[in-house]
């Protein structure tokens, strides 16, 4: 059974950093596309991240260049999101999901999701 599980999120002050786990059983990430979104209340589910299961490619939502890094454990079968600088605005609910073939920033591209990891940033 693909079952893919977030960890790390919870209450950080502005500028602070916090990273995220995706880590996934069932299957191995190698072969999969993970893309990280965030979904704050009353808000469309956002794409944050992904990274590219063929190449490594990478792609950043504007709202985050620059104080957000992808990367792959492949040892660990984990993909990490890491929030450096962080914002008030980044406060939601952080999804990892995984889809066969490229990254895609659109969530109805995906096929596997976890549960989500609360994120807030708060003084």
């Known amino acids: 059974q693909l079952q893919l599980v977030e960890s790390g999120g919870g209450l950080v002050q502005p500028g602070g950093s916090l990273r995220l786990s995706c880590a996934a059983s069932g299957f191995t990430l190698d072969y999969y596309a993970i893309g990280w979104f965030r979904q704050a209340p009353g808000k469309v589910r956002e794409g944050v991240s992904y990274i590219s299961s063929t190449d490594g490619r990478t792609y950043y939502a504007d709202s985050v260049k620059g104080r957000f890094t992808i990367s792959r454990d492949q040892a660990k079968n984990t993909v990490y999101l890491r929030m450096n600088s962080l914002k008030p605005e980044d406060t939601a609910v952080y999804y990892c999901?995984?889809?066969?073939?490229?990254?895609?920033?659109?969530?109805?591209?995906?096929?596997?999701w976890g549960q989500g990891t609360q994120v807030t940033v708060s003084s």
């Open positions: 999901a995984a889809r066969r073939g490229p990254g895609s920033a659109t969530y109805y591209d995906y096929d596997y």
